[in-house]
């Protein structure tokens, strides 16, 4: 059989082992200290770093997995690249260095011509101020490090509100960007295999609550716009010789794309493809770093999907399944998601309204 290890034990490690087990593949974890690892509980051996351990040692411990592959971006690269001493590591740890660093992803984006908005580094009350006296309000400000679900991230419309997240952000190395005027966000998901075969999904439309992703739809149908993210997408992965699944997150704005940002890994935007597409996200993740012909990408019906923040009670309504990660509760905490699908948008629309509706009543 064919052994996986996954660095990080969440919702998206889970949903991986799930699907690789129709793939005859078998897992172990590498989990933090401290982290949680009730979502992989039954699906594989977990490792716990704890420090002071060498490479081989845990590789070792981790069975000596055919590759290695991580669920989030914020993995410690040095591991990575001890670990990949032993066994490939996709995608390449050079990608995750990247990832977790705004300034260093931002600077990446640009370079590989991708369009972003005008972004300025910048630590410290004065560098903030002069950051935006440049790119002028509203702008967000975006520590380098840590951010994810909208954290440590400020939106500033006005003075008042810079001196407030200057007080939040401390001389945390920043990057100060303009706010971009979008009339919604868009992600393209996409897997590129050892061999460099690709494939990607039909483009999702996203809304957001608060920074955090509530509701998913797909196919949000764009051929100008699709053609442009796979373009995007595709020079992305070129340039970083990238393996495995990599999720675009962009804004659609008059002028067409703005890209926001990346992540090195299957996506919350990409759940409804266990439900909605011949071939999940996570199947495909699987199959690329494994280097497997891909699954179809094709979503036979329009699909939805909302998120359960910080609930885990299943909504009463009609749907077409509802995943429990069996985490722990806490407030405004990913702990599952609800899939719909069907034939018509605009019922799929009022059926997604209505879910969120009743989890969030
Ligand atoms: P994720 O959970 O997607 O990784 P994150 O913490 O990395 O989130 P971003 O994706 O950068 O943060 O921002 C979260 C949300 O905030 C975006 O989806 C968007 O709605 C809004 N946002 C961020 N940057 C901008 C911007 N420059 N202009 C307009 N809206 C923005
Ligand atoms: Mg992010
Ligand atoms: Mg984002």
Request: net charge negative; proline share 4%.
């Amino acid at each position: 059989t064919r052994h996986i290890a996954i660095v990080g034990c969440g919702q998206l490690a889970q949903m991986m082992a799930q699907e690789g087990e129709s793939l005859g593949i078998t897992f172990s974890f590498l989990a933090e200290r401290d982290e949680d690892a009730g979502c992989v509980e039954g699906l594989g051996t977990l490792v716990r770093l704890e420090g002071g351990d060498s490479g081989e040692q845990l590789y070792r411990a981790l069975g000596c997995p055919e590759v290695i592959t991580a669920e989030r971006e914020q993995v410690d690269v040095q591991l990575l690249r001890d670990l990949q001493r032993f066994c490939p590591v996709y995608p390449d740890p050079h990608v995750f260095e990247k990832a977790q660093h705004r300034l260093r992803e931002k600077c990446a984006l640009s370079e590989s011509g991708l369009p972003v908005a005008t972004f300025m580094p910048a630590q410290g009350r004065e560098a903030l101020q002069r950051a935006l006296d440049t790119v002028g309000y509203p702008a967000f400000i975006k520590s380098c490090e840590n951010g994810y679900d909208g954290k440590n991230q400020w939106r500033v419309k006005d003075a008042a509100q810079l001196r407030e997240a200057v007080e939040e952000a401390q001389n945390l190395p920043c990057v100060v960007e303009a706010s971009v005027a979008f009339s919604c966000e868009v992600s393209l998901i996409g897997a590129r295999s050892v061999s460099g075969e690709v494939k990607t999904y039909p483009l999702t439309e996203n809304l957001h609550r608060q920074g955090t992703l509530l509701l998913s739809k797909a196919p949000f149908s764009n051929a100008q716009l699709l053609a442009r993210a796979r373009a995007y997408l595709q020079k992305l992965m070129d340039d970083w010789d990238y393996v495995g699944v990599l999720s675009l997150e962009c804004f659609v704005t008059d002028d067409g794309l703005v890209v926001n940002e990346i992540a090195p890994r299957v996506h919350n935007s990409g759940h409804w493809t266990l439900a909605g597409a011949s071939t999940s996200q996570f199947a495909n993740h699987l199959r690329a770093i494994l280097d497997m012909p891909l699954g179809e990408t094709d979503c036979p019906r329009p699909a939805a999907m909302v998120n359960m923040l910080g609930i885990d009670r299943p909504p009463s309504g009609n749907n077409d399944g509802v995943w429990l990660y069996g985490k722990s509760l806490r407030r405004g905490r990913k702990m599952g998601h609800v899939l719909l699908l069907d034939n018509c948008d605009i019922q799929l629309a009022k059926r997604s309204e209505a879910i969120i509706a009743d989890l969030y009543q």
